[in-house]
């Protein structure tokens, strides 16, 4: 019988032990966490009409979005209490792509289908919703704040203070391109890659640390700027295609170093893989496959087998 293989979005929360893995074929298996110390998945936390969209940085709530769509314009958004398995919101108002827990675990930002989103507001049992006024897709936490490209303003971050519940935004004086991806490390730092391809580390206070330019054909299967990834630990910056055809071996991925943007190559000297979904435990990234490459020695694991 031909094996069949999976693919997954995945988001690995640091904090926890727990990754949540959506696979990218609905029909093919429903959603599941994963826990990486103990190697077992929990099938039972997500039945076969949902994907998992987030889990609070406290492991208390989980927030999930039926797959199905009415009139693909509206699906079932839904936040449960893991251990009692309690709804303690819903809604079916809109079409959620994503959702995130701010730091403090005090709300969910979402993007949504036609308008900006909205903030939920969690306080124990009760929630509230506001309508947001920007959208906040693809962004990253520093502190209690949310960091977002504005797709409509070049040069733009839109700002989210989840301590006033108020927007700002910030100039990037340094490109004159709209801010494609966004990432930032513990101290700060944020790192941005525009539509143009240059990639800039700024400092808390908005100063260009460095910037490096690419072309649109370094990287293999990029029509836009790709997404990449922060392991400061290891002082790297690592985009999640590999920059060569799957033919060609070994399998290497571009990289940069944090501290002085100098250009890496990171080698995967095991089994092949493919797109970084996240940064994983222990010096690891983890492809939608769910394999892993050490970025310090180039050994890869299968995390399932």
Not at 60 to 67: E, H, M, Q
Not at 94 to 114: E, G, Q, W
Not at 186 to 194: E, F, P, R, S, W
Not at 266 to 278: H, L, S, V, W
């Amino acid at each position: 019988m031909k094996k069949i293989i999976i693919t997954y979005d995945i988001k690995v929360k640091q904090n926890l032990d727990w990754s949540i893995f959506n696979p990218t074929q609905h029909n093919l298996h429903n959603s599941f966490l994963y826990n990486y110390r103990n190697r077992v998945k929990n099938d039972a936390i997500c039945t076969d009409e949902y994907i998992i969209l987030d889990i609070s940085n406290n492991g208390k709530y989980i927030a999930l979005a039926s797959k199905k769509w009415d009139a693909r314009t509206h699906n079932n958004f839904v936040v449960k209490e893991i251990e009692t398995n309690k709804v303690l919101f819903q809604t079916n108002k809109y079409l959620v792509y994503t959702a995130n827990f701010s730091p403090n675990d005090d709300f969910i930002i979402t993007t949504t289908y036609k308008n900006n989103g909205f903030l939920l507001r969690i306080k124990g049992c009760i929630m509230e919703l506001d309508k947001l006024s920007y959208s906040v897709g693809g962004g990253t936490f520093i502190k209690n704040k949310y960091l977002t490209g504005n797709e409509r303003k070049k040069s733009t971050l839109i700002i989210f203070d989840f301590d006033n519940l108020t927007f700002s935004e910030e100039l990037i004086e340094e490109t004159t391109s709209t801010i494609q991806k966004i990432n930032s490390d513990k101290l700060g730092n944020i790192y941005t890659i525009d539509k143009k391809f240059v990639v800039r580390k700024h400092n808390p206070e908005n100063v260009c640390l460095w910037e490096v330019k690419y072309k649109k054909d370094d990287f293999n299967f990029c029509n836009t700027p790709p997404r990449f990834y922060i392991n400061q630990d290891l002082d790297i910056l690592i985009f999640y295609a590999p920059n060569q055809k799957r033919e060609v071996k070994p399998r290497t991925y571009i990289g940069q170093k944090l501290s002085t943007g100098e250009k890496i190559e990171i080698e995967n000297k095991g089994e092949d893989t493919g797109f970084i979904e996240a940064i994983f435990y222990k010096n690891k990234v983890i492809d939608s496959f769910g394999v892993t490459l050490d970025l310090k020695t180039g050994l890869t694991e299968n995390i399932f087998e």
